[in-house]
């Protein structure tokens, strides 16, 4: 099969991971890059042996032609360029998350499928092996009938009003940096139907957005809490409650072990992740066999996930005071 080549819109840190993630997916490398600065793209390209780098993304798109481009820039751009990518029919791999509302959500994947062309969120942590070992243990009844899920992710970010955790302008905001992470998780193990209910609260800071969330999901059979903050170092975890046991996987969004536990507090099982080298390979292994197969969405990432946190967003706007 002939080598596919992706394209790199940004020039920051998530997109040098990336970069090192293709050269071990396998038959696939990353041809440009492109960055509003064009000597920041330069430097990018030298630094992760990349062909090309261009100081606009239209031109690269002109000119290149790749099989996806990965949308690596801040929050507030994603659904120009993911509209952009559009335009040249070319597929998009957008990092979370995707969309601040649930209006461009709409409207992109409405596109994608009218057009029939690839889109899918960067939600790499629904892809790690932990978190799938956890999965396999809920759908396997190890825990009974599960009715509970509370998770909690948070750190002391940057104190700085021009950053991307606290700048509206570019996106900032708990919600859209770690919020999605709970919410997408939550889903993993409690959707794919969305709640019935959703209540949202969030702690507003001096620079107008987000620094702390409350969300509560409700169904009829079952309950999650999700709590986030830029407050605080929080103890991140993820524990899904059952009436035999209970799964506990610390660092759900960066999961590297998942520990399940008998009725007594007794371990049963720990799951400890030894194989996965960088995280992001499995995300793009799954992105080129969409591609390959014609199709417009991830069943592992689909449209309606991205889509119902978008609605989330919006629910969490909602609630500050004017």
């Known amino acids: 099969m002939e080598e596919f080549r992706f394209a790199v819109m940004g020039a920051g840190n998530i997109a ?81 998350a995707m969309f601040t509302n649930s209006g461009h ?9 009218r057009e029939g062309i690839f889109v899918m969120e960067a939600m790499w942590s629904r892809f790690l092996p932990a978190i799938r070992k956890a999965g396999e243990w809920l759908r396997q009844g190890r825990i009974g009938k599960a009715s509970l899920l509370e998770a909690d992710i948070g750190f002391a970010a940057p104190r700085d009003a021009k950053n991307r955790y606290f700048n509206p302008a570019l996106g900032g905001g708990a919600a859209f940096d770690i919020t999605v992470y709970a919410w997408e ?18 702690l507003w800071g001096e620079t107008g957005v987000d620094v702390s969330d409350h969300v509560t999901l409700l169904w009829k059979d079952r309950a ?6 830029f407050l605080a170092p929080v103890e991140e975890r993820l524990v899904i409650y059952g009436d035999k046991g209970k799964i506990h996987i610390p660092k759900p969004h960066v999961a590297g072990e998942a520990i399940l536990y008998s009725v007594d507090g007794q371990i049963a099982e720990h799951f400890r992740d030894t194989k996965t080298q960088n995280g992001f390979e499995y995300e793009i292994r799954e992105v080129m066999e969409c591609i390959a197969n014609g199709a417009v969405e991830s069943l592992a990432v689909p449209h309606s996930l991205t889509l119902g946190c978008a609605r989330l967003f919006d629910s969490i706007r909602e609630t500050k005071v004017q």
């Open 224 to 229: 999650a809490s999700l709590n986030t903050s």
């Open 16 to 96: 040098g991971k990336f970069c090192r993630a293709v050269r071990i997916a396998g038959n696939c490398r990353v041809s440009a890059v492109a960055s509003k600065s064009l000597e920041r793209a330069q430097a990018f390209a030298g630094e992760n042996g990349i062909e090309r780098a261009y100081g606009d993304y239209r031109a690269m798109l002109e000119e290149e032609k790749p099989d996806c481009v990965y949308i690596a820039v801040t929050t507030d751009a994603h659904y120009k360029l993911a509209s952009l990518c559009l335009d040249y029919r070319v597929p998009v791999l957008c990092e979370k």
């Open 185 to 202: 998780l939550a889903m993993y193990f409690f959707g794919p139907d969305l709640p019935e209910r959703t209540r949202a609260e969030a």
């Open 105 to 113: 959500a709409e409207e992109i994947f409405a596109r994608s499928y």
